[in-house]
């Protein structure tokens, strides 16, 4: 088994920056895509950022030039730079993470808990 645990979310005043970060544990051979998804009330949940081993990144427009994502391959985990924040970006942001535990599996996706990120105008 799996688990995501996200950290670094909070209450941060427009124009302010947060760093949410995702550890991955558990039966890990290796991680494929990692990536952030959020959810607003009344909104599906959206992909904001995603990243491929090899460090090929993906943006939702935007938040592209404001927000950015890397990753630890070593440390298992995904991080992601908001910067400019703003109310909009307010929502649960959770990780996802597509993982081999074993080196002749398929990967499997699992998903956090999710951290609240909320932007005050």
């Known amino acids: 088994q799996v688990q995501l645990v996200e950290s670094g979310g909070g209450l941060v005043q427009a124009g302010g920056s947060l760093r949410l970060s995702c550890a991955a544990s558990?039966?890990?051979?290796?991680?494929?895509?990692m990536g952030w998804y959020r959810q607003a009330p009344g909104i599906q949940r959206e992909l904001v950022a995603t990243?491929?081993?090899?460090?090929?990144?993906n943006y939702k427009d935007s938040v592209k030039g404001r927000f950015t994502i890397s990753r630890d391959n070593a440390k298992n985990t995904v991080y992601l730079q908001m910067n400019s924040l703003k109310p909009e970006d307010t929502a649960h942001y959770v990780c996802s993470a597509d993982v081999k535990s074993s080196p002749w599996g398929s990967a499997k996706g699992y998903w956090g808990q999710g951290t609240q990120v909320t932007v005050s105008s």
């Open positions: 990243i491929t081993r090899g460090g090929t990144t």
């Open positions: 558990g039966s890990i051979a290796s991680i494929n895509s």
